[in-house]
């Protein structure tokens, strides 16, 4: 909430520092990835409707760097959904595997976001990503 309080963010940059748009974008189209922040997705105005409905407020278990996370809770037609997450893979003392890395590699590998295209396609950043040494 610190770093990342942007609302209705008109950049690829502002949109990195909003979590209200990542949450918007994840909830709208199901990832968050480097295309989320191509001028297309920051005009869709599905995903800008969705990030005004959302409100943001933080817990105070969780306000110590020992402790980081996040639940969502949204709401439908009076029902609570919740998902709470402790870690993601890439934490401390929860590295991501060889498999996790390459495809995180591969997937973001050569993006361009300003210009919304792959610089690298799958095949070749997968190539790539299979002679780096872990």
Do not use: W
């Not at 799958?122 to 002679?131: H, I, K, N, R, T």
């Amino acid at each position: 909430l610190t770093y990342c309080g942007n609302r209705a963010p008109r950049t690829a940059i502002q949109a990195q520092f909003s979590l209200s748009y990542g949450v918007a974008c994840a909830l709208a189209t199901g990832e968050l990835g480097p295309a989320s922040y191509d001028s297309g997705m920051l005009e869709n105005g599905n995903i800008r409707e969705l990030e005004r409905k959302i409100v943001l407020s933080g817990h105070p278990d969780l306000k110590t760097p020992a402790r980081r996370g996040a639940t969502l809770v949204v709401e439908l037609d009076g029902e609570k959904l919740e998902q709470t997450v402790a870690r993601v893979a890439g934490d401390p003392g929860q590295p991501m595997t060889r498999g996790q890395v390459l495809e995180k590699f591969t997937r973001y590998t050569g993006f361009a976001p300003l210009r919304a295209e792959k610089i690298l396609d799958g095949d070749g950043a997968q190539s790539l990503a299979e002679v780096i040494p872990l």
